[in-house]
């Protein structure tokens, strides 16, 4: 079945240091990726997403590009800051039709320190 | 807009006991989804709907139950408790992206914590 593999956590990161979370997924067809984030005690936000091979996602500094030939999606960010210390979640959908649910990785927990 | 609300926040059940959880939308959309997010474990797909009076089953479906009487109003259902259904439980809602960018791009709401004893 379709299915999303992240990094494990936690990743600890200083202040402006270069971030990666790798993220791989399994899916039939032409899946639609995203990056949802989730700071302490809340809900999940969209970060980024992309709905085609090549596309790139980016959004407050935060990139990630959709590699078909490598079924891969990593989150990068060149310069991290505190405020940035969260919960990060790669998903696909894996289906255009509307309605269809996302499947989630496990998440990866982000923390940087000043 | 307060977009997606969840309640309660928190609850605590005893075995055996049973509650509704409660997830409203103001924006009008069509679907809506339960999640329960348990750690090292990711979110999973309780239940879904795709529109008023329509349900369907997720990924861990057993044990809930949930109705979509009200376009903007879908509810979760644990008929009896139990301790495995301790969770953080979110609901979100979703819209289909205009035509041609095929996303299906989910708002959630903030979760609400419940401890089943």
């Known amino acids: 079945g379709n299915s999303v593999t992240q990094m494990e956590g936690p990743v600890t990161l200083s202040e402006e240091a270069f971030l990666t979370i790798n993220c791989t997924y399994t899916a039939t067809g032409y899946p639609s990726l995203f990056w949802y984030v989730q700071y302490p005690g809340e809900g999940l936000q969209l970060l980024l997403k992309?709905?085609?091979?090549?596309d790139k996602g980016s959004n407050k500094g935060f990139e990630a590009t959709y590699r078909k030939e490598t079924t891969s999606f990593h989150l990068e960010k060149g310069s991290v800051q505190v405020s940035d210390s969260a919960v990060y979640f790669c998903?696909?959908?894996?289906?255009?039709?509307?309605?269809?649910?996302?499947?989630f990785g496990k998440g990866t927990t982000l923390s940087v320190s000043s | 807009n307060a977009g997606v609300t969840q309640t309660p926040k928190f609850r605590v059940l005893k075995t055996g006991q049973s509650m509704t959880l409660l997830c409203a939308q103001d924006m009008n959309h069509e679907y809506m989804y339960w999640y329960r997010q348990d750690p090292g474990m990711g979110l999973r797909l309780i239940h879904y709907s795709v529109g008023e009076g329509t349900t369907a089953k997720g990924e861990v479906p057993d044990g809930y139950n949930v109705s979509r009487l009200k376009k903007q109003n879908f509810l979760l259902g644990l008929e009896s408790a139990a301790p495995s259904q301790t969770s953080v439980y979110f609901c979100?809602?979703?819209?289909?992206?205009?035509w041609g960018s095929g996303a299906n791009v989910l708002t959630f709401g903030a979760g609400s914590r419940l401890t089943v004893l």
């Open positions: 998903a696909l959908s894996d289906s255009d039709q509307a309605g269809t649910a996302l499947i």
């Open positions: 992309a709905t085609k091979a090549d």
């Open positions: 979100a809602s979703s819209y289909f992206e205009a």
